[in-house]
């Protein structure tokens, strides 16, 4: 017996971001499809082959998305909202540009599809929107052209499809309600139809995703596997593949179905080699995900040599993979020349990754571990590196009381201090924080890191960036001002790049959405603060106005997700040494006299473990960063937090103890619907539920950003709502976030008028 190794999915954007550029040049006007289609074919083909060079056998063909896999699968079952639809029905990339971001090159502007997160990952996926009465057919066929593309060039492949199960659990019902299981038998024949091509082109595997299957699920959706996969069977072989936790709470569904081989993550679940073994068929096929597909660290080998040899004489089909798609990875660690040597040995982008299964599954194959032991020495050397441990932060932590982590006075209390501080208008308008990252501040900031400009110049540069941002809101009649972040390269690497423990790559990229990416910063040792970070450019810009203009911080939790974090120490740990890095910042903003200070969470919700019976010990560590954050604040002082999109009924009271005196909110997309669960819930603060999609270049008019407003008020007290954007505003451009803004100011003095 061979053992064999894959990869679950690898990175589309390209290592220096092609595809971004591409979509965004095609969604400009600048280029033409034909162009844009011509990169992704070559980026394809590029990493096919990198992967195979790095000793993968089962290249992954249908992990490229032109957006994200989700919607491709939409497109694929014919799955497309009628304002999204070409007037005669046909389905082509514009559409699929339409449904992710409202625009495309053809076509009228609509309003997008919503967006969420990805299980517990910061990448976003499109919603799918279903009705009762809707059909499906196969009408997107990106993956067979792909599997024809591979083919072609002599690629040994595995085709990778979103499974039926997964794909329904992740949509949600439009229009009147009904159950979506119910649309099950309805997308069955597309997934007959495409397994039945893939057959005819000779494709012995397919992977076939159900990540649903790692959730403690209603039992409705355990029964509703058996009868799916019963349907799926006869054409290819199938292997179920799971990941992101163990599946132990489904295995008795799983080991009954009519698949041929079982994919499980031991990285990030406890599932027991031994009992998947004794429990699963001897004729399957089981796949073990041990190279950790969504962090940067090297694989200590020899470990996994030790886990897994046992199994090898015993199991007639055993595979090693990636442990989720590499999709959440950088590419290529081999240009990140600048880090130090010691660092750089800790880890392992994407096509290292590639090259530890190729290692790891010839040791295997040999029986012989001795070559593993030099790939991992600097694993377990860092251990006692002296970059990793501060004594400081150690005793810090052992030192923190209950007292640290509560406001001086209750809500109440703080409100009406507040309000006598800030003075503020009923629905007050402000915006969450950034403003357009103009190829100016871009370039400034590239000139500075670069050496091509001294300090002088550069502050003198980004000081003007704040006032013109300063004067904008003043124009516009902004209540509260943000000073717009021109200095910031992103929310979560501009505080590492100040924070003690943590390193940067420069071309870590990984896709969070659509052509947006991010370039996490990685936590290689304690985190402590050693000098003020935002302090001198919110003071700035307070100094310019006499309107109030809010602190920006990015919150522990969210410092954390965005993040590649260690592995070596607890998540929590890892958090309370964030949040008493922030608490000095919080801090000494107050001092400054800053009276409004925006603590960001948008990875609060994305936190969660994907089981829920772990849900209380994260919530209960969570809250209390945040907290510890915060606590320090007082009482006139006015702490706001933010949310990205998620399932807010999910964490309510989670929400509330946080204490926050403002929290805003993405609800644009959702239409409102999201504030739902603040109809179930006594939300006690005050609430500012975004009222414009600015993912989307579209802009709201007045009447629709007032029609929000009542229909928030109709679930949230007027006095408790504040007027905002969904989110920052850095990758918008400055027309359409003049005319924006402007309507949304307009639209908030209109219902102040109606109050009179």
Excluded at 87 to 96: N, Q, S, Y
């Amino acid at each position: 017996m061979t053992i064999l190794n894959h990869t679950l999915g690898f990175p589309r954007i390209g290592l220096h971001r092609e595809l971004k550029k591409a979509l965004e040049r095609y969604w400009a006007g600048d280029s033409t499809q034909a162009a844009l289609l011509a990169t992704g074919r070559e980026l394809r083909a590029r990493h096919w082959q990198q992967q195979k060079e790095a000793g993968v056998d089962l290249l992954p063909v249908g992990d490229f998305a032109w957006y994200d896999h989700v919607l491709t699968t939409s497109l694929m079952l014919g799955n497309v909202p009628e304002r999204h639809q070409n007037p005669a029905g046909t389905i082509d990339l514009d559409t699929l540009f339409r449904l992710g971001r409202g625009r495309a090159p053809s076509g009228e502007p609509v309003a997008a599809a919503e967006m969420t997160k990805w299980f517990n990952t910061n990448y976003h996926y499109l919603v799918p929107e279903f009705s009762r009465d809707q059909t499906f057919k196969l009408s997107w066929t990106q993956l067979l052209d792909e599997v024809d593309e591979a083919l072609a060039l002599g690629h040994n492949i595995k085709p990778v499809l979103l499974g039926p199960v997964t794909y329904l659990w992740l949509g949600k019902v439009k229009g009147a309600p009904f159950e979506r299981l119910s649309l099950l038998t309805a997308i069955l024949p597309v997934y007959q139809q495409l397994l039945a091509e893939l057959a005819k082109r000779g494709i012995e595997w397919v992977q076939i995703d159900e990540p649903a299957l790692a959730l403690e699920l209603p039992q409705a959706w355990r029964d509703a596997f058996q009868p799916a996969y019963d349907a799926l069977q006869g054409h290819c072989r199938l292997l179920l593949t799971t990941y992101f936790d163990s599946i132990g709470q489904n295995l008795e569904v799983i080991r009954r179905l009519p698949v041929q081989g079982l994919h499980v993550d031991l990285v990030h679940g406890d599932d027991d080699i031994e009992q998947l073994h004794q429990q699963l068929p001897a004729s399957w096929l089981l796949s073990l995900g041990v190279i950790n597909g969504r962090n940067v660290w090297r694989t200590d080998l020899r470990h996994w040599f030790d886990r897994l040899q046992p199994l090898v004489a015993r199991r007639q089909l055993l595979w090693i993979g990636s442990s989720c798609s590499l999709l959440h990875s950088p590419i290529d660690l081999s240009t990140e020349t600048h880090l130090d040597e010691e660092v750089r040995s800790w880890l392992a982008f994407a096509l290292q990754k590639c090259a530890e299964l190729s290692l790891l599954s010839q040791a295997l194959n040999r029986n012989e571990a001795a070559s593993l032991d030099a790939w991992s020495a600097p694993v377990r050397a860092r251990a006692h590196s002296r970059r990793v441990h501060n004594a400081a932060v150690t005793q810090r932590l052992q030192a923190i009381t209950p007292e640290q982590s509560t406001r001086q006075s209750a809500w109440p209390v703080r409100s009406r201090l507040q309000h006598q501080r800030l003075r503020l208008p009923a629905w007050p308008a402000t915006t969450i924080g950034s403003f357009p990252q103009t190829t100016e501040i871009r370039r400034l900031r590239l000139d500075f890191k670069q050496g091509r400009l001294d300090s002088s110049h550069y502050r003198t540069g980004i000081a003007e960036h704040i006032r013109q941002a300063i004067r904008e809101q003043e124009r516009l009649g902004l209540d509260v001002l943000v000073h717009g972040e021109a200095e910031r390269n992103d929310m979560v690497e501009y505080f590492g790049e100040h924070l003690e423990g943590f390193a940067f790559t420069r071309n870590g990229w990984v896709q969070s959405y659509g052509s947006r990416c991010v370039k996490p910063p990685v936590i290689i040792g304690d985190v402590s603060r050693p000098a003020p970070i935002t302090v001198e450019w919110a003071r700035y810009a307070q100094s310019l106005t006499n309107r109030p203009v809010k602190g920006m911080l990015t919150g522990p939790v969210t410092i954390l997700c965005w993040s590649f974090p260690r592995e070596d120490v607890p998540r929590e740990t890892l958090a309370k040494q964030i949040a008493l890095a922030l608490r000095d910042e919080v801090a000494d903003l107050q001092e400054a006299g800053i009276g409004i200070i925006q603590i960001d969470e948008p990875a609060l919700r994305e936190g969660l473990p994907l089981h829920h019976s772990a849900w209380a010990g994260y919530l209960n560590w969570a809250v209390e960063a945040f907290r510890l954050t915060a606590g320090v604040a007082r009482d006139e002082t006015q702490i706001h937090t933010h949310m990205c999109y998620c399932e807010f009924s999910d964490i309510m009271a989670a929400i509330a103890a946080l204490d926050a005196d403002v929290i805003t909110i993405e609800t644009a997309r959702s239409d409102m619907d999201l504030l739902a669960s603040f109809e179930h819930f006594d939300y006690p603060n005050e609430i500012g539920p975004g009222v414009y999609d600015i993912h989307s270049p579209n802009i709201p008019s007045v009447g629709e950003i007032e029609a929000l407003l009542l229909k928030a008020a109709k679930r949230i007290p007027e006095a408790r709502l504040w007027v905002n954007p969904d989110c920052g505003l850095k990758t918008r451009g400055w027309t359409e976030t003049r005319q924006a803004l402007a309507n949304m100011v307009q639209a908030a003095k209109n219902l102040r008028g109606e109050r009179v």
